[in-house]
T-cell receptor
Framework: KAGVTQTPRYLIKTRGQQVTLSCSPISGHRSVSWYQQTPGQGLQFLFEYFSETQRNKGNFPGRFSGRQFSNSRSEMNVSTLELGDSALYLC?????????????FGPGTRLTVL | SQQGEEDPQALSIQEGENATMNCSYKTSINNLQWYRQNSGRGLVHLILIRSNEREKHSGRLRVTLDTSKKSSSLLITASRAADTASYFCATGAGSYQLTFGKGTKLSVIP
């Protein structure tokens, strides 16, 4: 089985721009969650989707949004980028849902905001 | 906010020695999971222990869970240089999210 894939792997943007990150889960997994990882804050939960429905959202501003498609692929969007949005963005998929069973993580997208 | 707090923040040992990492958390949980992350890459799931379990083994890994103390430990026996990584505990509490600690950075010196 192919693992979780994330595109792009690296991204450089400037303040004020917007960005869209993509995540393809493992075949058969209907739950996709997103995390932001920074040296200062560690791993922070962004949101979780299951069968196209957002079931939970972390404590992030409305500039962070996401969606899930019928094939379980997910995208997250960050608008009006700020320097503090520079981070590794990780996507994870699972069968039963985030927090209920093991999560399979993708390699991440490294976003740098200049 | 961080639910789990790992201790120590960093650990350096010789190859062949055992490594023990601890995790404390604050609220009731359904399960506790341990993950490994090699420098700047995605996380790899190591082991999941449910709230009604006290101990679990997987190869060279041994995890314990004490729900009365809200704490868990991860023991890696006979460590290898390839075990060098950051280790995170994460708690699942039935809210469709995992809450991670800040991790323990393990260095295994050959």
């Amino acid at each position: 089985k192919a693992g979780v894939t994330q595109t792009p792997r690296y991204l450089i943007k400037t303040r004020g721009q917007q960005v869209t990150l993509s995540c393809s889960p493992i075949s058969g997994h209907r739950s996709v969650s997103w995390y932001q990882q920074t040296p200062g804050q560690g791993l922070q939960f962004l949101f979780e989707y299951f069968s196209e429905t957002q079931r939970n959202k972390g404590n992030f501003p409305g500039r962070f949004s996401g969606r899930q498609f019928s094939n379980s692929r997910s995208e997250m969007n960050v608008s009006t980028l700020e320097l503090g949005d520079s981070a590794l963005y990780l996507c994870a998929s699972s069968l039963a849902g985030t927090g209920a069973d093991e999560q399979f993580f993708g390699p991440g997208t490294r976003l740098t905001v200049l | 906010s961080q639910q789990g707090e790992e201790d120590p923040q960093a650990l350096s040992i010789q190859e062949g020695e055992n490594a023990t990492m601890n995790c404390s958390y604050k609220t009731s949980i359904n399960n506790l999971q341990w993950y490994r992350q090699n420098s700047g890459r995605g996380l790899v799931h190591l082991i999941l222990i449910r709230s009604n379990e006290r101990e679990k083994h997987s190869g060279r890994l041994r995890v314990t869970l004490d729900t009365s103390k809200k704490s868990s430990s991860l023991l890696i026996t006979a460590s290898r240089a390839a075990d060098t990584a950051s280790y995170f505990c994460a708690t699942g509490a039935g809210s469709y999210q995992l809450t991670f600690g800040k991790g323990t950075k393990l260095s295994v010196i050959p």
